[in-house]
């Protein structure tokens, strides 16, 4: 992937066989990643690139504000989000199964003595994405009806860049195993967000009218999901 340089700005360019510039800021730090048809000349990248500055800094800037989730040594005490909402760790060594149990603003993890912090992450991260499964499984239906649409297949995986993603041909959604620490809201506003893509595959006026037309305060979910704890992207989540 090469890399192009505009002010103090260095961004990653990649060709592709697509018909039009793409450029998208990526959390957690603001890298620039640019998607440029393969015929699209270095000037024209270069104009389309600096016409769009202004937006891309503000993009930047809002990611160096938004705040990130301290590193987990997962080990009792730690705060760690389910849903939204703040759930002290308690580690509780034992014999037998490792488990999970939520209950009175605590997340338990029961595993054996000796478990390394990798392994107790893992477990966590499996009871993430448990939870999340469920939740999508028993709203899905109910949104495919609504909107008119049908995935053929759907599937939860840990994500740098996005919340969620749409292959419209195979009409397969991928939704962010991150969103399991999210309030439910975000989560449902992702799940429409994929599904409408299914009408409308750019984000376009129409594609707005559709999201307007299904989940009226889709914006206010968005802002809010913008606005929470960016997960630290060296960690095992």
Not at 4 to 21: P, T
Not at 40 to 46: E, H, L, N, Q, V
Not at 106 to 128: D, H, K, P
Not at 204 to 229: G, H, I, T, V
Request: with cysteine; proline share 4%.
């Amino acid at each position: 992937m090469a890399t192009i340089e505009i002010g103090s700005i260095a961004m990653q360019l990649n060709r592709k066989a697509i018909k039009h510039l793409h450029i998208s800021v990526l959390p957690p730090d603001g890298r620039v990643r640019i998607s440029a048809p393969e015929t699209m000349t270095d000037t024209a990248i270069r104009m389309a690139v600096i016409s769009r500055i202004p937006w891309i800094r503000k993009q930047q800037r809002d990611f160096a504000k938004q705040p990130r989730q301290s590193d987990r040594e997962m080990v009792s005490g730690e705060c760690h989000y389910l849903w939204g909402k703040p759930h002290r760790l308690d580690v509780q060594e034992r014999a037998g199964c490792h488990e999970v149990k939520v209950g009175g603003g605590r997340i338990r993890l029961y595993v054996s003595s000796g478990t390394s912090t990798e392994n107790r992450a893992r477990l966590l991260l499996e009871f993430y994405r448990k939870v999340l499964k469920k939740r999508i499984s028993d709203s899905l239906d109910s949104w495919q009806r609504k909107i008119g649409v049908s995935a053929n297949s759907w599937g939860v995986k840990k994500m740098k860049t996005k919340w969620g993603s749409c292959n419209i041909e195979a009409k397969r959604i991928w939704l962010n195993l991150e969103l399991a620490k999210k309030p439910p809201e975000c989560l449902e506003y992702i799940l429409v967000h994929e599904l409408v893509h299914l009408l409308e595959r750019k984000h376009n006026e129409r594609f707005k009218a559709y999201m307007d037309k299904f989940l009226p305060d889709w914006q206010e979910r968005r802002n809010l999901l913008n606005s929470l704890p960016l997960a630290n992207e060296s960690w095992l989540y």
